[in-house]
């Protein structure tokens, strides 16, 4: 069984503060995605990232993907309160029988104070 | 186009009570997948279908089945409730090709 740790699970911030969340595995994943979740509705995409050692932008977010490809990370650059919301690492296994299932870590909860 | 859509939103049953949560894409999306949200657990894989007429357990499948009833319609049945069922249940679809999974809005449900 494949395990995302992520880590904090819980972020409380000041506006205009630069954070950065962690998903850490053991195991090697082919792809790592990110997903951000506002109360009452489901995950949504931000991202995915594929080739270990990879950085993607968006915006103020920056997504790294591990040279080994077993772990990730977000960092969000001056924080605004419109980035509230749970923050999910998901990863996706290196094939077979398995493609498709995603293994999600717990979480992180970001609050940001204006 | 909707997306992924479930019904119903909310939901309180009855211990041992039985329901089935309803779920449909129109993004012509092979593969569907059933997970439940707890605090502090992210989500959990309940069970998934690769393709139509196929489905497979996840996770957590006990307590659960499910039925592929087309390529849109992916069904979770409950046959007789249990408290620790008391969940959020999301459906998701994704394309074969790709691992990028899509989210309905989710089911609230509450076992008394």
């Known amino acids: 069984t494949q395990l995302l740790e992520q880590s904090p699970q819980f972020l409380s911030i000041q506006e205009g503060e630069n954070l950065t969340v962690y998903c850490n595995s053991s195991?090697?994943?082919?792809?790592l995605q990110w997903y951000r979740q506002e109360p009452g509705e489901g995950p949504v995409l931000l991202v995915t990232?594929?080739?270990?050692?990879e950085v993607k932008k968006l915006k103020r977010l920056t997504f790294q993907f591990g040279d080994a490809r077993k772990d990730s990370s977000l960092h969000i650059t001056a924080a605004q309160p419109g980035d509230t919301g749970l923050y999910l690492c998901a990863g996706a296994p290196l094939g077979g029988t398995s493609y498709g299932k995603l293994t999600f870590g717990q979480g992180t909860i970001l609050t940001v104070h204006p | 186009n909707a997306g992924v859509t479930q019904t119903p939103k909310f939901q309180v049953l009855k211990t041992g009570q039985s329901m089935t949560l309803q779920c449909a894409q129109d993004?012509?999306?092979?593969?569907m997948y059933w997970y439940r949200q707890d605090p502090g657990m992210g989500l959990r894989l309940i069970y998934y279908?690769?393709?139509?007429?196929?489905?497979d357990k996840g996770e957590v499948p006990n307590g659960y089945n499910v039925s592929r009833l087309n390529k849109r319609e992916f069904s979770l049945r409950l046959e007789s409730a249990a408290p620790s069922q008391t969940s959020v249940y999301f459906c998701?679809?994704?394309?074969?090709?790709?691992?990028?999974?899509?989210f309905g809005p989710g089911t609230r449900l509450t076992v008394l």
């Open positions: 998701a679809s994704s394309d074969r090709r790709r691992t990028e999974q899509f």
């Open positions: 990232v594929v080739t270990g050692g």
């Open positions: 279908s690769a393709s139509e007429g196929t489905t």
């Open positions: 993004m012509n999306h092979n593969s």
């Open positions: 195991s090697v994943f082919s792809s």
